[in-house]
T-cell receptor, first 115, second 112 residues
Framework: DAGVTQSPTHLIKTRGQQVTLRCSPK?????VSWYQQALGQGPQFIFQ???????QRGNFPDRFSGHQFPNYSSELNVNALWLGDSALYLC??????????????FGPGTRLTVL | GNSVTQMEGPVTLSEEAFLTINCTYT??????LFWYVQYPGEGLQLLLK?????DKGSNKGFEATYRKETTSFHLEKGSVQVSDSAVYFC???????????FGPGTSLSVIP
């Protein structure tokens, strides 16, 4: 079992550009959440996808959008990048109705640097 | 709103010392509580969890007890090792699929 995988590992963009990050959930998982972790801080919830729809959203602007595919993988898109978007972006997956109460499995993250 | 507060770091301990990292939370109802660990250059790993008051979560020698009366979930370990050096996050979640709310993290360094 490969666990949660994310790509790319690192990414460098310039202000105003757009970026797409990808996540494959752990085998058997159907729910994907995205978090932003700024340097020295705890992760902040961006949004969650289930059955290809956004189910919950944190306090992030519309520049942050996502998608979930039929195979449960997910993308995070960020438009009009600015310096403050530089962070580690974490993907987490879980299975609806799992006996492991809300045990979300996290991927290694994508380190985004905006110059 | 719901939030988590934890002691500021960094914390530096000698090997075999006793560890306590304090965590308190604010939430309505009865959230589940978690400790996650992040080793250098890696993602988050669930260390332990407790889903109701007075539950004790434990794993790899770490323990934490869900104290509703003090809204606390302090992490303890009797004898730390160099390999325990990492950042520790206290967190909560209200339902089985709800977002996880994290504290700011406490960096632990264990020196030989």
């Amino acid at each position: 079992d490969a666990g949660v995988t994310q790509s790319p590992t690192h990414l460098i963009k310039t202000r105003g550009q757009q970026v797409t990050l990808r996540c494959s959930p752990k085998s058997g998982h159907d729910t994907v959440s995205w978090y932003q972790q700024a340097l020295g801080q705890g992760p902040q919830f961006i949004f969650q996808y289930y059955e290809e729809e956004e189910r919950q959203r944190g306090n992030f602007p519309d520049r942050f959008s996502g998608h979930q595919f039929p195979n449960y993988s997910s993308e995070l898109n960020v438009n009009a990048l600015w310096l403050g978007d530089s962070a580690l972006y974490l993907c987490a997956s879980t299975r609806e109705g799992s006996l492991s109460y809300n045990e979300q499995f996290f991927g290694p993250g994508t380190r985004l640097t905006v110059l | 709103g719901n939030s988590v507060t934890q002691m500021e770091g960094p914390v530096t301990l000698s090997e075999e010392a006793f560890l306590t990292i304090n965590c308190t939370y604010t939430a309505t109802g009865y959230p589940s509580l978690f400790w996650y660990v992040q080793y250098p250059g890696e993602g988050l790993q669930l260390l332990l969890k407790a889903t109701k008051a007075d539950d004790k979560g434990s794993n790899k020698g770490f323990e934490a007890t869900y104290r509703k009366e003090t809204t606390s979930f302090h992490l303890e370990k009797g004898s730390v090792q160099v390999s325990d050096s990492a950042v520790y996050f206290c967190a909560l979640s209200k339902t089985s699929y709800d977002k996880v709310i994290f504290g700011p993290g406490t960096s632990l360094s264990v020196i030989p």
